[in-house]
């Protein structure tokens, strides 16, 4: 009787250790999952870059075998942060120089409003009526170019990014909706510039759709490291 009673706690025992086991390892697995997500910022680990589709889509075959590194659980939050930081830091260099890239962009659309000004687009021998709509239309554009294309803003933190979305977006914006209802007048009356314009907003717009990207890694690589640190902590109060 002795011998059956032990052996029966002995297995309530070990049902409870394969429970609290597997319940650790399916916080382990979690942890595991997020940890490997966050290898992007490790540039040799090419699977995981897929998570925010920095990567290709398809893995290149290595010869190379791959190394392990085996880590203390309480060193992770440091490596976490380490990572945090450089890929910030590479990601505000990153959008400081399409910053830099845009404001040249924005002197040349000030020059051709300075220079249209000053064009009469040779509209003396047209139809008078058809020369109040060249002339109108083309006041309006120099004056949304003297208003709206504004120089922009330093960059030196994540709040100046952000500000320097919402000034580029909506400057984008603004010429847009002007170029856009004058588009006749522009191709007709003023072709020289419009190749010109057309250039220069084609550039624009590709710089701030590139610096809307990192905004979004940037947002995304942070709430990762939050997760990990969350995760981090539900292993230590296991």
Not at 81 to 92: A, G, P, V
Not at 126 to 149: N, P, T
Not at 227 to 238: A, F, P
Request: glycine share 2%; aromatic share 6%.
């Amino acid at each position: 009787n002795y011998k059956q009673k032990n052996k029966i706690k002995n297995n309530k025992h070990q049902h409870k250790h394969d429970i609290d086991m597997r319940d650790v390892n399916c916080r382990s697995v979690k942890y595991g999952f997020k940890f490997y997500f966050f290898n992007i910022f490790n540039p040799t680990i090419r699977t995981s870059i897929m998570v925010f589709g920095w990567g290709k889509k398809k893995e290149e075959k290595s010869d190379e075998t791959p190394s392990e590194k085996q880590i203390q659980l309480s060193d992770v939050s440091k490596i976490v942060q380490k990572m945090l930081e450089l890929r910030t830091s590479q990601i505000l260099t990153d959008i400081q120089s399409l910053r830099d890239n845009t404001e040249p962009l924005i002197n040349d659309l000030i020059s051709i409003g300075n220079t249209l000004e000053k064009d009469n687009l040779q509209v003396d021998d047209i139809d008078r009526h058809l020369r109040i709509i060249v002339v109108r239309g083309k006041q309006q554009v120099i004056d949304m170019i003297k208003k709206d294309a504004n120089h922009l803003p330093k960059i030196n933190s994540f709040d100046d990014v952000e500000n320097l979305h919402t000034v580029l977006n909506q400057m984008l914006k603004k010429i847009g909706d002007v170029l856009g209802r004058q588009t006749r007048v522009i191709h007709i009356f003023a072709k020289k510039y419009a190749e010109k314009l057309k250039e220069i907003l084609h550039k624009m717009n590709s710089n701030h759709i590139e610096i809307q990207q990192l905004l979004k890694n940037y947002h995304d690589t942070k709430s990762i490291s939050t997760e990990i640190i969350e995760s981090l902590q539900e292993i230590n109060n296991l």
